[in-house]
C-alpha cells in the first residue's frame, strides 16, 4: 500500500509523552508561565528540539478569543467579594464576555499561582486578581501572556491595571471616628502578612499601619493593641478573644474588614457583653449584611460594585488592545451606624 510520505505533525501531547510530563507543563513552558521549575523547563525544552515541535499558528488562529474572564479571589466567604463580582458581570454583560470563578485560599501564594495558571491553561481572555498575594513580578509574568486586572493591592505596573481603594484614608476616617466618640483603648484586628518585602502595598498593611499612625498622632500610642489573625469571621473571632483577654480591656475594636467585624461580634457576646455599650465594634467594607438592622455595622464604603464595574472595563479595554496602564483609585466614606457609640 502506497504511504504520502507526509510526515505526521508533531502535537503537544507528543512533546508531553517524550518528557515524561503533563501537556499543562508543556503549555506553561511554551507560554513562559510562572511556577516552572529550571529542570522542567530544560526538560520540554530538549523535547521540542528532539521533536522539532513547533505551535500550529493556524489552530491559534481558529480558535481566538473564548469570550470568558477568569476571577480569582482569596475564597468565596466574604460578603464584599460579591460586590466586586456583581460589578464586573454587570460591565461585561452586554459585551458576550462570562465570568469564571476560582478561588485560591488565604496568604496561600503557591494556591494562588494555581488558581490563575487554571485560568490561563483555560484560555481565559483576560484575569481579575482580587487581593492577591504574589510578587509584582509574577503577576507581570501573568500579564506579558495575558490582559491582567488587579483589584486591592497599591500596585504600580507597566503591565497591568490597578483598582483600589485609598486604604490609608479610609482606616483614618475610622480611627479618628473612634477617637472623636471619646475612645483611647481602641484596637486593631489585621491579618498576617508573612511576606514582609511587598506589605507595603497590601491593603491590610496600610490600615494596620495607619491605625498606628493616627493613634500615635493622637498620644494614644501606649494604647496600641493589634491582633494579626486574618480577614475571615474566624480570624475576627480569635483576634477578639485575644484583644478581650488583655488588660486594660479595649473599650473599641476596629476589624480591618466586615466579615472579620463579624467574628468579633459573635466573641464579645459569648463572652457575655454588649455592643455598643461594652465594646463598639468597626469594619470596613460596608458589605450587604453589615447593613442588616440587627448588626447595624459602623464600616468604611469604599464602593465594592464600582470597583468591580471598574476592573471589568479596564479588562475589555486591555482586550481590545489598550496597553497603556491604567491606575484607578475608590475615595472611602465613613459609615456610622449602631455598633459604635462612647465608651461606658
Known sequence: MATSGRQARVTITD?????????????????????????????VRAA?????????NAARAMRGRTFTIGVQLPHIRNPFFSDIVDGLTDEISGSGYQAIMVQSGDLDAAAE??????????QVDGILSVAPVCSRV???????????????????????????????????LMVEHLIAL???????????????????VLLQAIRARTYEQVMTEHGLAEHLAIAATSYTEEGGYDGARELLARSPRPTAIFA?????????????HEAGLTVPGDISV????????SRLAHISL????????????????????????????????VTPTLVARRSTAPPA
Open 48 to 56: 521540542i528540539d528532539e521533536l522539532g515541535y513547533r505551535p500550529h
Open 113 to 122: 499561582r494555581r488558581a490563575i495558571d487554571a485560568l490561563m491553561d483555560r
Open 298 to 329: 459602623t464600616t468604611v464604603d469604599q464602593d465594592g460594585a464600582i470597583m468591580g464595574t471598574t476592573a471589568g472595563r479596564l479588562l475589555l479595554e486591555r482586550i481590545g488592545g489598550r496597553s497603556a496602564a491604567v491606575r484607578f483609585s
Open 15 to 43: 512533546v508531553a509523552r517524550h518528557a515524561q510530563v503533563s501537556t499543562t507543563a508543556v503549555s506553561k513552558v511554551l507560554r513562559n508561565a510562572y511556577g516552572v521549575s529550571d529542570a522542567m523547563r530544560e526538560k
Open 182 to 200: 471619646g475612645h483611647r483603648r481602641i484596637a486593631h484586628i489585621t491579618q498576617r502578612d508573612t511576606a514582609t518585602r511587598r506589605s507595603a
Open 138 to 172: 509574577q503577576l507581570e509574568e501573568v500579564a506579558r501572556n495575558t490582559p491582567l486586572v488587579v483589584l486591592g493591592r497599591h500596585d504600580r505596573s507597566a503591565l497591568y491595571d490597578c483598582v483600589l481603594d485609598d486604604d490609608e484614608l479610609g482606616a483614618q
Open 256 to 268: 480591618g474588614a466586615d466579615q472579620a467585624a463579624f467574628g468579633v461580634l459573635a466573641a464579645i
Open 282 to 289: 468597626a469594619g470596613y467594607d460596608n458589605a450587604r449584611m
